[in-house]
């Protein structure tokens, strides 16, 4: 199946999936969780020298349907957060919970409904299954923030090379899915947490701004 | 998987919305066969679909060169894909594309399926609308041929294997995660052949309400 594969991962937009990890399960359990009010805003990106918008909103105002499984009990120390392009566009929508592990900060972000997606057909769609995307969250001292991908390159290497055992499952096409739960997914990030090389490429800032075109 | 949950009690579903996915597919290179009698234009209650051969397909004509280059696929690979079918349907504005592969297991006849694109139309690889921050999975259905001009397909019913699952009155390999209702089916490509093998005939989990009738369109 390695060309169905290949197939999908052409076509089908993979874009938070072709470098950065990505896991099965949440990296955090409600008792790591950290709510910072201070994160709710309006933020101006620039990736790529191309600007957008993430608009940071309470998890607990945020539509109730949104909320996969048993996360409205632990909505309240939520986020959701939206991405939008330089037209107003709605690009990426991620309910997002903040946990401290060890002694950094990280997002685990999960896929939120599009818009478009309420018109989607089901069936299709649930060939989907949604993973998590962890990120290393700085904050600044200018009130800032800053991102920063783990690798997925890295992970599957130290997989690869046997240097690490941790719970995953490799497609056809020779992907490889992590399938870990929380406390080994933990236990990677308190090894490699602090090692430059687990993250990838440049670091994702965040500038708290208004965007006019929001208003 | 409850995500998986809640969009299979969603009612719009186009065939049915229990379906279970599965991370590995149940078919290989030396698995996979061809029945040209699914191939055409069909109807059923839900909308109209039209499978064809991967070789003959408009996808693959169009997307030859971008997938391909100038060395196809050889080998494994080439066979899995060249036996696959495209299935191709619209729904409000939204043009959806799936790859099946058929395989015999016992006396049944299955079915695999995996997305390949969703795209407003007029249709735009640019501009897919599959869900980002997601991996794609295979669906599995037992198709019943009658004749040339009818068929069913009954998908798996994973609200009853995945109630068997969690009383652990059906053992297959899965993952699971509570708190984001996350399930799917991790079991391997030989695990998934031996539990339908097993449960092929079981009319709880490929039941009349979960059938779906099509009819080829004159």
Request: charged letters at 25%.
């Amino acid at each position: 199946m390695k060309k169905i594969g290949i197939l999908s991962t052409m076509l089908v937009l993979l874009v938070f999936l072709n470098s950065c990890l990505t896991t099965l399960h949440p990296i955090f359990t409600p008792a790591d969780l950290v709510y910072k009010p201070e994160l709710i805003g309006t933020w101006k990106i620039v990736e790529n020298k191309k600007e957008k918008w993430a608009e940071i909103n309470r998890l607990a105002d945020a539509d109730p349907r949104l909320l996969p499984g048993k996360t409205a009990a632990i909505k309240d120390k939520g986020y959701l957060i939206t991405y939008k392009d330089s037209a107003n566009t709605i690009s990426e929508r991620y309910i997002a919970f903040l946990a401290r592990i060890g002694k950094h900060l990280y997002f685990d972000y999960y896929p939120a409904a599009l818009p478009v997606t309420s018109k989607m057909d089901e069936f299709y769609l649930a060939h989907f299954v949604k993973m998590h995307i962890p990120y290393r969250l700085e904050l600044q001292k200018e009130g800032g923030f800053t991102l920063s991908q783990l690798e997925s390159g890295y992970m599957n290497e130290l997989i690869e090379q046997k240097k690490i055992r941790i719970r995953h499952e490799k497609k056809e096409d020779e992907d490889i899915v992590i399938t870990a739960p929380t406390s080994e997914l933990q236990q990677y990030i308190l090894k490699y947490g602090d090692d430059p090389e687990a993250y990838s490429g440049e670091k994702i800032s965040f500038a708290k701004t208004i965007n006019p075109k929001l208003y | 998987m409850k995500s998986i949950f809640i969009i299979i009690t969603c009612i719009t579903a186009l065939f049915l919305t229990s379906c279970i996915s599965s991370l590995h597919p149940i078919i290989t290179a030396d698995k996979i066969i061809t029945d040209n009698r699914i191939t055409g234009s069909w109807s059923s209650q839900e909308g109209e679909y039209l499978v064809e051969p991967f070789l003959k397909s408009k996808f693959f004509n169009e997307h030859k060169s971008q997938l391909f280059g100038d060395s196809p696929p050889a080998g494994k690979d080439s066979l899995l894909l060249f036996r696959s079918y495209v299935i191709t349907y619209n729904k409000e504005g939204i043009k959806y594309e799936l790859l099946g592969a058929l395989t015999r297991i016992g006396q049944n006849l299955f079915m695999n399926l995996i997305p390949i694109n969703s795209s407003a139309m007029p249709g735009s690889y640019d501009n897919s609308l599959d869900p980002p921050g997601s991996i794609t999975t295979y669906t599995i259905a037992k198709i019943e041929i009658s004749n040339n001009n009818s068929l069913v397909l009954h998908f798996i019913d994973g609200g009853f294997v995945y109630d068997q699952v969690i009383a652990g009155r059906m053992k297959i390999k899965h993952e699971k995660d509570d708190l984001f209702d996350t399930f799917i089916i991790t079991a391997s490509t030989a695990e998934l052949r031996q539990f339908l093998e097993k449960y092929g005939h079981d009319k709880r989990i490929f039941s009349k309400e979960n059938g779906y009738t099509f009819t080829r369109k004159k």
